[in-house]
Nanobody, 126 residues
Framework: QEQLVESGGGLVQAGDSLKLSCVST????????MGWFRQVPGKEREFVAA????????LYADSVKDRFVITRDISKKTIYVQMNSLKPEDTAVYLC???????????????????WGQGTQVTVSS
């Protein structure tokens, strides 16, 4: 069973940057790609960004596409999200997820992802 472990969250001020990491414990990468979501208590989980293992193609939510950059390191089985120009509304628990086996394209929806990490808290103060 694959496990995903996020790290890098913390408390920052508006305008600051933060880089999150997510490592997969799977022995062999078999899924199409992985993604980042975020969740605020009382709200639905929101898609942030996704990246394919093979070509490195990316997908972003409109709310972050000019500020966040998702990357991957295949040898480390790790994805990252560099978050720049952070805003208070970026405050959330950030979770990484790996896509369902058999997926052939990046997804924006929770149901397209099979395994989830526990999340890491990001708090942006104004």
């Amino acid at each position: 069973q694959e496990q995903l472990v996020e790290s890098g969250g913390g408390l920052v001020q508006a305008g600051d940057s933060l880089k999150l990491s997510c490592v997969s414990t799977v022995r062999t990468l078999t899924t199409f790609g992985m993604g980042w979501f975020r969740q605020v208590p009382g709200k639905e989980r929101e898609f942030v960004a996704a990246i394919s293992w093979g070509s490195g193609s990316t997908l972003y939510a409109d709310s972050v596409k000019d500020r966040f950059v998702i990357t991957r390191d295949i040898s480390k089985k790790t994805i990252y999200v560099q978050m720049n120009s952070l805003k208070p509304e970026d405050t959330a628990v950030y979770l990484c997820a790996s896509q369902n086996s058999g997926a052939y394209g990046l997804g924006r929806h929770e149901y397209e992802y099979a395994n989830w990490g526990q999340g890491t808290q990001v708090t942006v103060s104004s």
